[in-house]
């Protein structure tokens, strides 16, 4: 045994030691490869900067274009005999849109996720929690039919706006950011300690004032990460504001007029409504403006969640004293506005105060008053979750009551024709279910391999810290860059062409961020100790992962794999420079021309004649009831999972 043992002759000690592991060349293969599959993301990130700064470059080198006039210049005209390139009106355009939707939907999802925090029942919560998430799960498209041929002209009529406005966008995207809104500000305020709503209740607060005066304080840093996140989802907006908000780049903040904002100019770039030439290179220019905004809010919103969930920033209490400068400004600069709004509303606040003095006499703020006070700020806010109700009731009533008439066996079953009367859709299934289906095998492998390696392997280094935050800031992408990426990388670089492939391949890279956070999630569900069992047994890493943390992961890792791919299913703008608008069969290869539900819904919708906005009504349920179903699905796998959950 001494030779067993003997430390100056370690070939003699491995070769006797019953518990030495030999270099398992297999499982070092295995992990290069999940490896690999993570290291893709820095790879598309690449991908994107590439596109965008090869695209911009040519389009500032053009002799018609002046890099000052591009970002000072107020007049936005990219054809005609003298074309100028002002991104000004884009961004008034871009910023009166969100903005709007920011103040419409900022308050509503606060009050929202307010009354399903600290006042919903369980039973209620159970009601009105759906509610929020089928929101989340309609696609944009969607949005953008309803806002055009519904919420326009109720605002035509009412407050005499044009046909394209940018109200009808505002209030829509207004909704759509909600689900974001609420969901991060509902964490937020659960993650409050309960010791801090008990100590203000003991010292006499009602519940309204514990709500309102100490958990919405303790959980600002989730609200504002939520309202930072919620404004990136309106900024890379696009569906909404090409059909709802209109075409015609102006300089104005009036929301009754037609505006064109950053996306609904790329977006028209790739519908072909711009001529060849400069024009078409301006739309690389005006996605990299928007990338790098869209960037640095998901950046700063990126930070406060990593805070809210560890406590500290992702690399420690160092990175402290080591902030990124341009973040630090930016918060400085928001804080100093902020604190400059308080300041003002609180002096006003002291004169009305003062002015109410004098007018009336101050009556005592009893204990009656204070619950009579709790009770309309309850039903204030309750009020706001009625109102998403509705919305939600409107809009699918709506499209129901419009496309319910059009659907039948020959509309399913024909092809698309310039025949309204002759138009169907089989092609445009058929397309759908290829492209989701492709996206499936190229998406699936990628996002759990990357997932499996992060959570299981990898180490805290710098680079899987930078990794992480890669994943995190690719999931904040607006999908029209993706499109971009997709146009230049796929169809031109790899010579692809608009087929099958091209698009599978740019929904692929989109829905790869869902698909690794889900995974993960998944993965850290499976408790610490069945590894700790494998591993004391003799079981390798890979043998652990291999044997008893992905099977017991299985279904939450096939339920984020369904409810991405939902979300493909219902995406236009990736694929809009992708899409053959004039096809006409399914496709039979990976090389073949297709069409998507969602494209034919946007094209569909833009036509002047009403009979089309009826077929895009019975394409749209179609698309819905297809959601549905994976959805369900989804929902049927995960309480299946959690019925036989032993742990």
């Known amino acids: 045994m001494r030779k067993i043992w003997n430390t100056n002759n370690s070939k003699v000690a491995n070769k006797g030691n019953p518990f030495h592991l030999k270099l398992n060349l297999r499982e070092k293969i295995i992990v290069a490869l999940l490896f690999s599959a993570a290291s893709v993301a820095i790879i598309v990130s690449a991908a994107i900067i590439y596109t965008l700064a090869e695209g911009s470059f ?105 046909y394209f406005n940018a109200s009808s966008a505002i209030i829509v995207i207004a909704i759509m950011v909600l689900p974001i809104i609420v969901s991060i500000s509902d964490d937020a305020m659960k993650a409050v300690p309960n010791h801090l709503r008990e100590s203000s209740r003991a010292l006499g607060a009602t519940k309204w004032e514990t709500s309102t005066k100490v958990v919405i304080p303790a959980a600002s840093s989730g609200i504002t990460a939520s309202i930072l996140l919620g404004l990136a989802r309106a900024l890379g907006e696009t569906m909404v504001v090409t059909l709802a908000a209109g075409s015609v780049a102006r300089l104005t903040l009036n929301p009754l007029e037609e505006v064109q904002t950053m996306t609904a100019y790329i977006a028209q770039v790739a519908t072909g409504d711009i001529p060849p030439g400069v024009a078409v290179s301006a739309a690389f220019a005006v996605g990299l403006v928007l990338f790098m905004i869209t960037y640095t809010v998901n950046t700063i919103a990126g930070r406060i969640v990593v805070r809210i969930k560890t406590g500290t920033t992702a690399k420690g209490k160092k990175l402290r004293h080591n902030e990124n400068k341009l973040i630090v400004t930016i918060s400085r600069f928001i804080g100093y506005i902020s604190g400059s709004i308080v300041k003002i509303t609180y002096n006003v606040k002291i004169k009305l105060k003062f002015i109410k003095n004098k007018i009336i006499k101050t009556k005592t703020l009893t204990l009656g008053r204070r619950y009579r006070k709790e009770r309309i700020g309850v039903t204030a806010i309750g009020m706001c979750l009625v109102i998403v109700s509705i919305f939600l009731v409107l809009l699918l009533s709506n499209i129901i009551t419009e496309g319910i008439g059009g659907i039948n066996g020959n509309f399913l079953t024909s092809f698309p024709s310039y025949r309204p009367s002759k138009a169907g859709i089989f092609p445009v299934i058929m397309g759908s279910v290829y492209l989701m289906l492709l996206t499936m095998l190229f998406a699936a492998p990628l996002g759990v391999g990357a997932a499996v390696y992060l959570n299981e392997f990898a180490k805290d280094t710098r680079y899987t810290r930078f990794l992480r935050r890669i994943i995190q800031n690719l999931a904040g992408v607006p999908s029209i860059v993706f499109g971009l990426m997709g146009l230049a990388i796929f169809v031109r670089l790899f010579d692809f062409g608009p087929s099958l492939l091209s698009g599978s391949l740019t929904l692929t890279i989109m829905v790869l961020p869902i698909i690794v956070v889900t995974t993960e999630e998944a993965l850290k569900s499976v408790p610490h100790g069945f590894r700790e069992a494998a591993r004391g047994v003799g079981s390798t890493k890979w043998q652990t992962v291999r044997h008893h943390v992905l099977p017991n992961a299985t279904p939450g890792i096939l339920t984020g794999i369904i409810l991405s791919l939902s979300r493909a299913i219902g995406e236009t703008a990736p694929i809009l420079f992708i899409g053959a608008v004039f096809a006409k069969t399914a496709p039979s290869g990976v090389f073949d021309g297709f069409l998507a539900l969602p494209l034919t819904i946007f094209f569909w919708t833009r036509h002047p004649k009403a009979e089309f906005h009826t077929l895009a009504a019975s394409t749209i349920l179609v698309l819905l009831v297809i959601l549905l179903s994976m959805n369900i699905v989804a929902i049927i796998i995960r309480q299946r999972a959690q019925a036989r959950r032993e742990w």
Do not use: D, M
């Not at 002799?63 to 054809?79: A, D």
């Not at 390139?85 to 900022?106: C, D, N, R, W, Y």
């Open 58 to 162: 040519s389009f500032f080198t053009a002799p018609e274009v002046n890099i000052l006039e591009f970002f000072t210049g107020s007049r936005w005209v990219p054809s005609g005999s003298e074309p100028s390139f002002g991104i000004l009106p884009l961004l008034a355009g871009t910023t009166l849109i969100a903005g709007g939707a920011l103040l419409i939907g900022a308050p509503v999802g606060i009050a929202s996720a307010l009354f399903l925090s600290e006042f919903a029942g369980k039973r209620l919560r159970s009601i009105l929690k759906p509610i929020i998430e089928v929101l989340a799960g309609i696609p944009s498209i969607v949005y953008g039919f309803f806002a055009l041929l519904f919420i326009s002209p109720i605002l035509r009529e009412c407050f005499g706006a044009s």
